[in-house]
């Protein structure tokens, strides 16, 4: 191997390099420097903050995002066994169907847990 074969990888990274930092340095370098009270206070909404910016969230908020990234996922894998059910025969039908069963299920215990109740 010489490095004739990993000279246009390497001359990639060095352009990309280049095009990424590039641009913050001469900004970093040309840009204004001008601070002042206002500039540098915290923004929230035109008053000063009045609470943490890190206070606790409830627990079903990340139940509810959890099982939205969930049933999400596997409703877009439900697509491509559509797409290929006439290829995939009986057997890749009622494999689909049990992964549709086992969803419901699961869907259907998370209603019943109180999973999706929002108060």
């Not at 040309?30 to 206002?38: I, S, T, V, W």
């Not at 943490?52 to 049933?71: Q, S």
Request: glycine share 10%; charged share 15%; with cysteine.
């Amino acid at each position: 191997m010489s490095i004739d074969q990993y000279l246009p990888v390497l001359i990639f990274i060095l352009i990309g390099l280049v095009t990424g930092v590039a641009p913050q340095i001469i900004g970093y370098i040309l840009g204004p420097n001008r601070p002042y009270a206002a500039k540098n206070s915290a923004y929230e909404c035109g008053f000063e903050a009045f609470g943490d910016a890190r206070m606790k969230f409830d627990v079903r908020y990340y139940l509810i995002a959890i099982l939205f990234i969930l049933f999400d996922l596997e409703t877009a894998l439900l697509f491509p066994w559509a797409a290929a059910l006439k290829d995939l025969g009986l057997l890749g039908f009622l494999i689909g169907l049990e992964i549709v069963f086992v969803l419901t299920i699961g869907f259907v215990y998370a209603w019943i847990k109180g999973a999706l109740e929002w108060e």
